[in-house]
């Protein structure tokens, strides 16, 4: 029994072990790295400020992950970060970003900024300077880096229902910058947007995201499992 979709894992639960030794659910996870998460209210899902690891990743798709693959290979001795900050832009990261990012030093780095661009109506080029200025800061300082580029995503739901259509083509060019960069700095791009556009098919809007832009915790689940599909994908 070889479960490919992530979720899945979770249901045959009772084989989990012997699954994972018969095939390696992700082999970009090595011996003894560190696996950041940067970005927004998204990521950062109340998490702890503190170093209770209770509550230290905070909730939502960074915990599931972090909490499956924590559990799945403790012998590799992996180590999950969060640094998301709600309301947080792409200039907000540049700001902190030695504090919270490079001093750090992760292995794997994964970024999901742009909602609060658009939501700020800041100018696309700027979003895109700010953006590619991270990077290129991050692979000075850590060469070896390998980053995991999360595009911003939205649903018809809330205060941007009556006006969508625009607010979604606003949105996808934030998502049209991180595909940009992605190619340029060969990364992944996990694209949460037809993640959850493949899910309204099966439920309602408002049943992943309850504003437009919070994922419930079923959203949640969502970006965990295209998270894990994309970087899985990638880096194999």
Same mark, same amino acid.
């Given at each position: 029994?070889? $479960? ?11 084989? !989990? ?13 090595? &011996? +003894?790295?560190?696996?950041?998460? &940067? ?55 540049? +700001? ?26 800041? $100018? ?17 300082? !850590? $060469?070896? /880096? ?20 625009? *607010? !979604?083509?606003? /949105? ?5 910058? /991180?595909?940009? !960069? ?10 949460? &947007? ?13 049943? *992943?995201?309850?504003? +437009? ?13 295209? *998270? ?9």
């Amino acid at each position: 029994m070889k $479960p490919t979709h992530f979720a899945l894992a979770f249901i045959v639960s009772g084989f !989990l072990t012997i699954t994972i030794r018969a095939a390696d659910l992700m082999p970009a996870f090595k &011996q +003894g790295n560190r696996i950041l998460f &940067q970005g927004d209210s998204i990521t950062d899902g109340n998490r702890g400020r503190g170093a209770d690891p209770n509550h230290i990743l905070g909730h939502g798709y960074q915990f599931i992950i972090s909490s499956f693959f924590g559990a799945a290979y403790p012998e590799r001795k992996l180590e999950f970060m969060n640094r998301g900050i709600s309301g947080n832009k792409a200039s907000d990261l540049a +700001g902190r970003w030695q504090n919270d990012t490079l001093n750090l030093k992760p292995d794997i780095l994964s970024i999901l900024v742009g909602i609060n661009d658009n939501s700020g109506n800041v $100018p696309i080029d700027e979003y895109e300077k700010t953006y590619e200025k991270l990077l290129t800061d991050t692979l000075v300082a !850590l $060469p070896k /880096v390998r980053f995991v580029l999360c595009e911003p995503f939205t649903l018809p739901v809330g205060n941007h229902k009556d006006n969508y259509g625009p *607010w !979604l083509e606003s /949105v996808k060019k934030r998502g049209g910058v /991180v595909e940009k !960069l992605a190619k340029k700095y060969k990364a992944p791009v996990v694209h949460f &947007q037809k993640a959850f556009d493949d899910a309204c098919k099966r439920a309602p809007a408002d049943y *992943w995201i309850w504003d +437009g832009i919070h994922p419930t915790y079923s959203g949640h689940q969502i970006m965990a499992d295209e *998270w894990v599909k994309t970087v899985r994908a990638f880096y194999n």
